[in-house]
């Protein structure tokens, strides 16, 4: 008989994504210092961000769909592990290079999180299905917002290097916690990984939705990740010139924004799931629009922080709970199509927002974005007419 989860389960797994996702994240406060340390100019040193994030979009390619072939508790913990050498590495990097390449392996190495939401989604019944989803969501987006304020604070006070070997040891700890508590999971898939990994493209050809929400879930991580990388050069500068300390804390107004993901999953599962994407473009493009016109007032900025955000949740949740109703019994390859196009959005989200701020500071940044929304927002439409 197959294990339904309870709440206290839910909440187990979400608590566990949110520190793993982590991982990926607390390099973005960093930058400044680590610019220092290693004399480089800020976007030199910001190429740390774009790494970790395609070393996700690997992880999520190479090894997600192997949630499908093997029993997931074990796939979850021997790759923590993984995760947890990377991270000692980073801490102790003597050159940059090195720091570069540990960056790679622990966004690989960091796809914890994107194992646990077919495991939510596999063990989940129906009805409740797109609120536990949100719920890990939940937990996953608290996860990345609260990580930058936590990495700032800790590399204001100890230095960036604490921050990694602190990660390292937390999820040495969270190894433990899931051994003991996570359930197993047989895996659904008997044949070979060339043919697991061939199996992908059929459901590119064959599934319409898992399109529509790639590509659109692509440009929405573009948005997101162009914001958050160029926000630490936008803050770090005049008018501003805060610290990296202040900087992390405005990680705390992006969590606030995370506790509507629970109700984003439960109106994933209605009759027109869909509608939730326009809310949360039309909540992207007002965030811009206070991002470029509030100057230097801090309370319009973390509205705007609160509300992207917001956004990002109401287009993620809705698109991941869409996908996971397709075909049950490929859930982690689904999820491995989905996640590595929203994750490449998000290293190319990354990478145009640094050479958006070379390019014309944070106005030319906030007019690149509201392109992209507006291209999202098209995107929307033409499949909406196809619907």
């Not at 909440?11 to 930058?31: D, E, K």
Request: glycine share 10%; aromatic share 12%; proline share 3%.
């Amino acid at each position: 008989m197959q294990h339904i989860l309870k709440r206290t389960d839910v909440i187990l797994m979400a608590f566990c994504t949110g520190l793993i996702v982590a991982n990926i994240y607390y390099c973005q406060p960093l930058v400044i210092l680590i610019a220092k340390d290693f004399n480089l100019n800020e976007s030199d040193a910001g190429s740390i961000t774009f790494l970790t994030q395609a070393g996700y979009a690997i992880g999520l390619f190479l090894l997600v769909p192997l949630g499908d072939m093997f029993e997931k508790k074990k796939q979850i913990l021997f790759t923590t592990a993984l995760a947890i050498i990377a991270l000692i590495i980073a801490g102790f990097a003597k050159s940059f290079l090195v720091l570069e390449i540990a960056s790679v392996l622990i966004g690989a190495c960091s796809i914890v999180p994107q194992l646990i939401l077919p495991l939510t989604a596999s063990l989940s019944s129906d009805e409740n299905r797109g609120s536990n989803i949100g719920i890990v969501m939940s937990g996953l987006l608290v996860g990345i917002l609260a990580s930058r304020a936590v990495s700032g604070i800790v590399g204001d006070l100890l230095g960036w290097r604490a921050m990694f070997l602190i990660a390292a040891a937390i999820c040495t700890l969270l190894i433990l916690l899931m051994a003991i508590r996570f359930p197993k999971n047989l895996p659904t898939f008997k044949g070979t990984y060339k043919e697991l990994m061939s199996s992908m493209f059929g459901y590119i050809k064959t599934q319409p939705a898992l399109r529509e929400a790639s590509l659109i879930n692509f440009f929405a991580f573009i948005v997101i990740m162009g914001f958050w990388t160029t926000m630490v050069l936008y803050l770090a500068n005049p008018p501003y010139q805060f610290s990296t300390y202040q900087i992390g804390l405005f990680g705390i107004a992006g969590a606030a924004g995370a506790l509507a993901a629970p109700l984003v999953g439960k109106l994933s599962g209605g009759s027109n799931p869909r509608k939730n994407l326009m809310i949360g473009f039309i909540l992207e493009l007002i965030s811009v629009g206070l991002f470029y016109f509030t100057g230097q007032n801090v309370f319009l900025f973390v509205i705007g922080i609160i509300l992207i955000d917001i956004g990002q949740q109401a287009i993620h949740v809705t698109n991941q709970t869409r996908i996971y109703t397709l075909v049950p019994e490929a859930r982690n390859r689904l999820n491995t199509i989905f996640m590595s196009v929203s994750f490449v959005g998000a290293a190319c989200g990354s990478a145009l927002g640094l050479w958006l701020w070379a390019l014309g500071g944070w106005t030319m940044f906030c007019a690149g974005v509201t392109a992209i929304i507006i291209l999202n927002m098209s995107i929307y439409q033409f499949y909406n007419r196809k619907a």
